[in-house]
């Protein structure tokens, strides 16, 4: 079970262009708004065509700008989960459901509802028009409709962003039983990197209409391949780096000199560091020679309910106020034993966590 | 009296409401997905007949139809001739409604979400059902507000089906013109007569309009459009 992708497609402000493969393991696709991403998911589903490429699941090719093959959506086998699941309003939910099994015989019909209608925890909803149901049985209805058609690929463009807080996690909890059923190519857009790392195993960062990184989740998140992907993974601190003769690397930004766990093959132009990386240490170094341990002031902070944001200004340089260098993330407990000790404080860059960038 | 003008002015509105709702739906279906000089072409042709004074709309009809014109030449060869018949009336009537029917629904099915049509060619289904079993059910208030409209157009229709089909009576005397001669040859009690059967068929027709607009927004509240 595959599905190939490699198209291209002239948009306002950028080309989309986009290659990759996807397995039976879910594909994250992880793109600021505006990225091409629901472009990417609608040239995959036949509802926009692309300007030239080749888009091919299992052994059918759906498109084929050369062979000039153009399958239309009817015929693809792809189930859509659209962003507001666009139900039909006028049919209930069993009405919505069977709407793509049209072709059977009517008890056919019935039974497979009835199973979806189990197996997405709708029962008793099945006569309830779309508007009577929470966001939560309208996203589940919506699965429903698109699995029932037994699709050989499901793409869903941002399926939780239009839930409340409170409900996604038991809507992430569906995908995922349904993502571990499936079985077969599955795609899932979305803007959110933590939901793109939690739904996904494989991830595809989408910059400007094009792959900025494509593989699997731990290492992307673990080792941002430039800098755009780390920011865009959620890195929030990255500087401009150069490489000193001394194998030590020069934080431009940060006004620091740093020491890598590995030295990059390649010399890099960035550095970073993820904020719950930073580590504060309690008492003097054993030696002096402990690399990356720098004297830091807290500029300013701000607080979440179980973690506090440190924005940290390094080496004396009283920083302007609002002006910092790094951010630091630590937990309330943590927080609660270093807030009343005398700055400077001293916050150590493990070498093994900073990552150099080549572009 | 002779009830003719009745018989005669509700088969010809109903023949065009007929026809004007399949040509109508069908070219509004055929238009919503095109866009282009063509199309915006093809547009001011459809909503002309409602621009353009009726006696123009006869006039251009009566040279279409007539023994010389192209369409008329073309039923001699079957013998038929539609000037001055009953269908002449049914013709003119279709032709100046046609513009209501194409502008409400047209507007009621681009007021359906894409979204929705999207959503169901993924789920395999044709476009001709898409339309029958999706856009159409969505978009029905305002086809039939359009209908109604058209029924309305078509009913009160006189200087086209003047021009084109005369007045015969019983055969092509319709209640305008029934009117309009009645009050020509000073028979004051039957135009009287004549109008109040009209006013009374609009506000019955109103007045379904509106009971029926209501009942159905207490049912797309359920769907949750409004």
Known sequence: MTLEVQIEKKLADFTLEVAFRATETPLSILGASGAGKSMLLRCIAGLEKPDCGRIALNDRVLFDSERRVGIPARERRIGMLFQHYALFPHRTVAQNIAFGLHHLPHDQQEARTASLVTRTHLAGLEQRYPRELSGGEQQRTALARALAIQPEALLLDEPLSALDTHLRGQVEAQLQETFASFRRPALLVTHNMEEAYRLGEQLLVLARGRVAAFGAKQEIFRRPPTSEVARLTGCKNISPARANPDGTIEALDWACRLRLAQMPATPPKFIGIRAHHLDFLDSAPESAAEPNVIPCWIVRMSETPFRITLFLSLNGERAEAGEAHLQAEVFKEKWERFRNRPQPWRVRLAPESLFAMPE | ?226
């Not at chain 2, 395999?124 to 029905?140: D, Q, T, Y």
């Open chain 2, 1 to 226: 009296m002779d009830w003719s003008p009745l018989l005669i002015s509700l088969a010809t509105s109903l023949a065009a409401t007929a026809v004007t709702l399949v040509a109508g739906l069908a070219a509004a279906a055929w238009r919503q997905n095109r866009a282009g000089a063509g199309a915006a072409l093809v547009d001011g042709i459809f909503i002309l007949p409602l621009v353009l004074p009726p006696t123009v709309v006869g006039f251009l009809l009566l040279l279409l139809f007539g023994r010389n014109g192209p369409l008329g030449k073309l039923l001699l060869r079957f013998d038929a001739t539609v000037v001055f018949s009953w269908p002449a009336t049914v013709i003119a009537a279709t032709v100046v409604a046609f513009p209501l029917m194409y502008i409400t629904a047209r507007a009621a099915l681009e007021q359906v979400d894409p979204h929705l049509l999207q959503a169901a060619r993924t789920l395999g289904a044709s476009e001709a059902r898409i339309f029958r079993e999706v856009a159409l059910p969505l978009a029905w208030p305002g086809v039939l507000a359009g209908t109604i409209l058209s029924f309305a157009r078509a009913l009160g229709e006189f200087g086209a089906t003047l021009m084109l089909a005369g007045n015969i009576p019983g055969k092509t005397e319709t209640i305008p013109i029934a009117i309009y001669f009645a009050v020509e040859a000073n028979e004051i009690q039957r135009a009287m007569a004549w109008c109040a059967v009209d006013v009374g068929i609009s506000i019955a027709l109103l007045g379904g309009l509106y009971y029926w607009t209501h009942a159905q927004r207490l049912r797309r509240e359920r769907w949750g459009q409004h």
